[in-house]
T-cell receptor, first 114, second 113 residues
Framework: QKEVEQDPGPLSVPEGAIVSLNCTYS??????FMWYRQYSRKGPELLMY????GNKEDGRFTAQVDKSSKYISLFIRDSQPSDSATYLC??????????????FGQGTILTVHP | DVKVTQSSRYLVKRTGEKVFLECVQD?????MFWYRQDPGLGLRLIYF???????EKGDIPEGYSVSREKKERFSLILESASTNQTSMYLC????????????FGDGTRLSIL
């Protein structure tokens, strides 16, 4: 079993739809949760970062963490064609060394059609 | 703004060559990382460094080495390139301290013929 599971999709939605992207993880020691967006031929770009259960909102994006279920989500409201990209979840342990490793999901490919 | 720069976007090398990939960050970050990204396998950590001249193996270090002589620069070295090292290579950096997010460069697409 992978430490972080993410449905690779692809996911195709019409413009304006609400998009839900999800990851599950197996290790309860994971404490920091990030979402990255990666456009084609570019590096991953940090989109959202949280370390607690609950919701964090930034514009059209909401990151949700449920530590009891070991489940994290990214919601995109009013999706736009410019949101078409690969979305990667990334998780790391708390404590330990200061250079703690990120564990990435496989990435979900999202296409938003005009 | 955070800036991680990888010296080449595309690189083509031959089997058996020694290959150098360079990465520079301008944020004074303590930590630097090298990943490779392959379809269906996601991002896999090759090596990381938490200080000048310090390095730690990641998940797939075989066939690679690294060098960090200055804080802002982290080099990945393919000692004797092989075709199975054809991949997208991504460099990242972060501050020291718990839970700091990593910031990525745009990658080097390396082809070994």
């Amino acid at each position: 079993q992978k430490e972080v599971e993410q449905d690779p999709g692809p996911l195709s939605v019409p413009e304006g739809a609400i998009v839900s992207l999800n990851c599950t993880y197996s290790n309860s020691a994971f404490q920091y949760f990030m979402w990255y967006r990666q456009y084609s031929r570019k590096g991953p770009e940090l989109l959202m970062y949280t370390y607690s259960s609950g919701n964090k909102e930034d514009g059209r994006f909401t990151a949700q963490v449920d530590k009891s279920s070991k489940y994290i989500s990214l919601f995109i409201r009013d999706s736009q064609p410019s949101d078409s990209a690969t979305y990667l979840c990334a998780i790391r342990f708390s404590g330990g060394t200061s250079y703690g490793k990120l564990t990435f999901g496989q990435g979900t490919i999202l296409t938003v059609h005009p | 703004d955070v800036k991680v720069t990888q010296s080449s976007r595309y690189l083509v090398k031959r089997t058996g060559e020694k290959v150098f990939l360079e990465c520079v960050q301008d944020m004074d970050h303590e930590n630097m990382f090298w990943y490779r990204q392959d379809p269906g396998l996601g991002l896999r950590l090759i090596y990381f460094s938490y200080d000048v001249k310090m390095k730690e193996k990641g998940d797939i270090p075989e066939g690679y080495s690294v060098s960090r002589e200055k804080k802002e620069r982290f080099s990945l070295i393919l000692e004797s390139a092989s075709t199975n090292q054809t991949s997208m290579y991504l460099c990242a950096s972060s501050r020291a301290g718990g839970g700091q997010p990593q910031h990525f460069g745009d990658g080097t697409r390396l082809s070994i013929l």
